[in-house]
């Protein structure tokens, strides 16, 4: 079973086609990457999806329900972290989770929270402000916080820019073992090219709203006669 289909999605802000017939697919414990230059419609496609944004055109299933018409069902079942998305600041880190928990009524809130204080290794934080936490370490909460459902899709708008490179590769190792052993989905954006290469079953190079290369890392290098993503990143954004 898909978890997520999209078909043709189109998205125009005034004058600006963001979005221009996009279509994706995602399996179950899959990790999807969609990489491309500042502006190519990679945040846009993730809000439709998330149902922050309506589409102009094209249709999104989710689990083979549609997003339009089942939207409680199905944003129950995924959740999304990104950097820009703000935390409640004044409450403390476990208290914000607890929050998050409460909202999408997981059975045991408690357990639930301890059991994500303990996967970030936010332990030492839960009596910090989220207000008064470093970028990395709000990232951190942030990732906790796109957990605490349990999601069988997680969307991740640029998951570890905040990270330096230690917490960055816990981050990741984390992410992956989330989608090999518990076959949690992922949709992620990210300009590392390294943790593209590393995490990313599949790839979708966008460019001015469009998919314009498709494939694994490997054959992706393979068909631009290409040594890294970084390089194939560099042909088709240039081309
Ligand atoms: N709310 C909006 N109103 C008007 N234009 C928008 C809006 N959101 C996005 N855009 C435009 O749509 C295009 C795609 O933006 P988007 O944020 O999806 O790019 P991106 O691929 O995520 O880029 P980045 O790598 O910089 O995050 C850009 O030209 C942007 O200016
Ligand atoms: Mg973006």
New binding site residues.
């Given amino acids: 079973m898909s978890i997520l289909e999209a078909a043709a999605l189109t998205k125009r802000?005034?004058p600006?086609t963001?979005?221009d017939g996009i279509s994706l697919d995602v399996g179950p414990g899959e990790i999807i990457g969609l990489l491309?230059?500042?502006?190519?419609?990679?945040?846009?496609?993730l809000?439709m999806l998330l149902g922050l944004?309506t589409p102009d055109s094209g249709s999104i299933r989710m689990f083979g329900l549609e997003l339009g018409a089942h939207r409680i069902e199905v944003l129950s079942r995924i959740n999304f972290a990104a950097s820009y998305v703000d935390l409640p600041g004044v409450l403390h880190v476990r208290e914000v989770l607890d929050v998050f928990a409460r909202l999408y009524g997981v059975r045991n809130p408690k357990a639930r929270v301890a059991e994500l204080l303990d996967l970030l290794e936010l332990g030492p934080l839960r009596r910090r402000r989220v207000m008064e936490l470093s970028s990395g370490q709000r990232t951190r909460v942030q990732l906790a916080k796109a957990l605490v459902n349990e999601p069988s899709l997680l969307i991740l708008?640029?998951p570890t820019a905040n990270l330096d490179p230690d917490a960055g590769d816990r981050i990741r190792n984390l992410l992956v073992r989330l989608a090999r052993e518990n076959g949690r989905a992922m949709l992620i954006?990210s300009?590392n090219m390294q943790e593209v290469e590393r995490m990313c079953d599949r790839i979708h190079f966008?460019s001015a709203?469009r998919v314009v290369a498709s494939g694994s890392a490997a054959e992706l290098t393979g068909v631009y006669g290409a040594d890294s993503l970084e390089e194939v990143f560099l042909k088709v954004a240039r081309s």
Avoid: L, R, Y
């Avoid at 491309?36 to 496609?45: E, L, V």
């Fill in positions: 802000f005034g600006v963001a979005v491309g230059p500042n502006g190519a419609g990679k945040s846009t496609t809000h944004i708008d640029e954006t300009h966008m709203g």
